[in-house]
Nanobody
Framework: VQLVESGGGLVQAGGSLRLSCAAS????????MGWFRQVPGKERVFVAA????????YYADSVKGRFTISRDNAKNTVYLQMNSLKPEDTAVFYC?????????????????????WGQGTQVTVSS
């Protein structure tokens, strides 16, 4: 599975962006999807995840109520709608795929559980 993110950019605080992650190669089915972000010199951290089986969603506490993850299986695409953006949301955002479904946010927070990663898209939020 190849993953390609898009939709990043520069936005003012309080603004919105929608990231997309398009999957190609093998079938998208059976893969739960996650979004992570990373700033220079720090580890990649979990943002949100969505299961394959029933579309259940999981979020980091820092983005709950502001970000929404969704997927369109017909288009092999997962989205991250980001509202009320803050300067501390500035990071490179990555999507990732794991060929499993678990009903535990702890599982989706672990970067080691994901098999496929995109190249990342930069999100910069100005104050």
């Amino acid at each position: 599975v190849q993953l390609v993110e898009s939709g990043g950019g520069l936005v003012q605080a309080g603004g919105s962006l929608r990231l997309s992650c398009a999957a190609s190669g093998r079938t998208f089915s059976g893969y739960s999807m996650g979004w992570f972000r990373q700033v220079p010199g720090k580890e990649r951290v979990f943002v949100a995840a969505i299961t394959w089986t029933d579309g259940r969603t999981y979020y980091a506490d820092s983005v709950k109520g502001r970000f929404t993850i969704s997927r369109d299986n017909a288009k092999n695409t997962v989205y991250l709608q980001m509202n009320s953006l803050k300067p501390e949301d500035t990071a490179v955002f990555y999507c990732a795929a794991v060929a499993a479904t678990h009903y535990s946010v702890i599982y989706y927070k672990d970067v080691n559980n994901y098999r496929y990663w995109g190249q990342g898209t930069q999100v910069t939020v100005s104050s």
